[in-house]
């Protein structure tokens, strides 16, 4: 199968646009779960999406409280080295131990780090991960520079390839760029959260920087199938029940939006979610976006946009849908 490829960040891997998402993996129990998932069901969704071509999947120490780890390192195991795709994981969220929905804190303690490297090793399987990111800023007072500086001790003593941030600014980004590169950032970006395009996509561009973007489908409403009715149908630790954007009048706005990107996907002959996807990917300094399912048909509800180049008259229409619905905020047209 041929695959587009993109390069992410200054000598970085080669990755396919769309990665495959474990956040759901977690399963619920913990305060920003999706509600019960099946393990079987994670792994049949994580095979049907490296079938499809898919070369990176991407999770975290803190989904499911380390399940979601736990589960992708089964995946892993059921292959052999040259199947398996690159493995992409996150730090920096620490639970207490015995409440499994008080909120995690955001420590990056060069100590703390360290220790949640070998545990995510541990749950993995693998001795060496592809890309390591920091969740997200530090809260408890450390300065980045030392958190990044363990970092790259990680990556020195071959624990880590290459590392990277999530969440983010230009100000942190710059100060970790001082002590050595930054491999990727991975903000939250899409057609109803457009934040990234005003300050950190451009900053990444210009200094070499990957960008894999998180939640380009906005957690489902940039799907088709997805309406406000079912809001109330989720499970009660589904997190997406506390988000605003699930809830009027934030609602009705997106779901305009996703109604509106509906001609798009129709003169491409996908969906709405591919064309959600490949529209974070026409943004110049995008490399990658993350892409979650709980099931393997929902794979194939984006993978679509694996090849999907949007033109000047599908962005165009697209920014005009942006402004008509009054959904989120931010840039509108690349």
């Avoid at 949007?310 to 008509?324: H, N, P």
Wanted: aromatic letters at 8%; hydrophobic letters at 40%; charged letters at 25%.
């Amino acid at each position: 199968m041929t695959r587009p490829m993109r390069t992410l960040g200054t000598g970085g891997p080669a990755i396919t646009p769309v990665g495959f998402g474990a956040w759901a993996a977690g399963g619920g129990g913990w305060v920003f779960g999706w509600g019960p998932q099946d393990d079987q069901e994670s792994i049949a969704a994580m095979r049907r999406a490296v079938e499809l071509g898919v070369t990176w999947i991407d999770t975290a120490a803190v989904y499911g409280l380390g399940h979601s780890e736990e589960v992708v390192g089964r995946f892993l195991s059921e292959l052999s080295a040259d199947e398996r795709p690159l493995v992409f994981t996150k730090c920096g969220l620490v639970w207490p131990e015995g409440d499994r929905h008080a909120m995690p804190a955001r420590v990056l303690h060069p100590d703390s780090i360290r220790r949640e490297c070998e545990r995510s090793l541990r749950r993995l399987g693998i001795e060496r991960i592809d890309l390591y990111q920091f969740h997200w800023p530090d809260d408890s007072g450390v300065p980045v520079e030392d958190s990044w500086g363990e970092m790259t001790r990680l990556m020195d003593e071959g624990k880590v390839r290459w590392g990277g941030v999530s969440n983010f600014d230009g100000a942190l980004l710059a100060r970790c760029e001082r002590i050595r590169h930054v491999q990727s950032l991975q903000p939250p970006f899409s057609p109803i959260r457009r934040e990234a395009a005003a300050e950190v996509l451009p900053w990444c561009r210009e200094h070499g920087t990957g960008v894999i973007c998180y939640s380009p489908m906005q957690a489902g409403l940039l799907t088709d199938a997805f309406t406000a009715s079912r809001v109330s149908e989720m499970a009660r630790d589904d997190w997406r029940t506390r988000s605003a954007d699930f809830h009027p009048p934030q609602i009705d706005r997106n779901l305009a939006l996703r109604d509106a990107l509906r001609p798009v996907a129709q003169r491409h002959g996908v969906t709405v979610a591919a064309v959600a996807v490949a529209w974070t990917l026409a943004w110049p300094g995008v490399t990658g976006a993350i892409v979650g399912a709980r099931r393997p048909e929902q794979v194939d509800g984006w993978i679509g946009a694996l090849g999907l180049e949007l033109d000047t008259e599908d962005l165009t229409a697209i920014a005009e849908s942006i402004v008509a619905s009054g959904a989120g905020a931010g840039p509108n047209h690349p």
